[in-house]
């Protein structure tokens, strides 16, 4: 079974500055990792998602996220926020035998002027 | 295209009560599975549906049900309804079970009061 992990619950940042979003895995076969974004009463948005290739995977609104097996992490970055980046992001997990997503706790990003 | 429809976006029920919701996949979308959003237990999957038949299933009690139709669609019903059943119900749908990616409606706030 696969299970996932966000270090930070909550994420205060100013705009313009950078934010990372740490999300580490645990699981006893090949993954496929995914970072997704929820806005207030929306469902979830697909920002970026890791199934093979280079480690280093480029998404939506400027996000990227670098795929480390060793450390078994999948942290999420952007080097410049907007106040419109405030929201929860949630990093999830499936492999190859099941395609159900496993997801983290989430981490709630607030971006202050 | 259009994205992942659910209907109705809001619903208030009463203990014991029985309550259906839906689910239109993107089109060409074959698979569609659904989660289960609380502050308490986060994003947990339900099941997941390919060609009408039930390829997955969460952790649930029986009282969890669902079904897809031959277009696609699907349903998730909930019997004798708990408190404990309030939450944001999402639907997700992806192309086929190996492609992996699932792309979420806005999701049902279903309140049991």
């Known amino acids: 079974a696969q299970s996932v992990t966000q270090l930070d619950s909550q994420v205060p940042v100013f705009e313009e500055a950078p934010v990372e979003l740490r999300c580490n895995y645990s699981?006893?076969?090949?993954?496929?990792l995914f970072w997704y974004v929820q806005y207030p009463n929306q469902g979830l948005q697909l920002l970026l998602k890791?199934?093979?290739?280079?480690?280093l995977v480029k998404g939506i609104n400027g996000f990227e996220a670098e795929f480390n097996k060793s450390q078994t992490s999948f942290h999420l970055r952007k080097p410049s926020v907007h106040i419109s980046d405030t929201a929860e992001y949630f990093c999830?997990?499936?492999?190859?035998?099941?395609?159900?997503?496993?997801f983290g706790a989430g981490t709630t990003v607030t971006v202050r002027a | 295209k259009a994205g992942v429809t659910q209907t109705p976006r809001y619903l208030i029920k009463t203990r014991g009560q029985q309550v259906t919701l839906s689910c239109s996949p993107i089109?060409?979308?074959?698979?569609v599975s659904w989660y289960q959003q609380t502050p308490g237990q986060g994003l947990q999957f339900l099941f997941e549906?390919?060609?009408?038949?039930?390829?997955n299933k969460g952790n649930f009690p029986g009282r969890f049900s669902g079904r897809q139709f031959s277009n696609s669609r699907s349903e998730m019903n909930v019997s004798t309804l708990e408190l404990g059943d309030s939450a944001l119900y999402l639907c997700?749908?992806?192309?086929?079970?190996?492609?992996?990616?699932?792309?979420f409606g806005p999701g049902t706030r279903l309140t049991v009061t």
């Open positions: 890791y199934l093979s290739g280079s480690t």
């Open positions: 699981s006893s076969v090949s993954v496929y």
């Open positions: 549906y390919f060609s009408e038949t039930q390829r």
């Open positions: 089109s060409g979308h074959r698979s």
């Open positions: 997700a749908s992806s192309l086929d079970r190996g492609s992996y990616e699932q792309y």
């Open positions: 999830a997990v499936s492999d190859w035998r099941d395609y159900k997503l496993s």
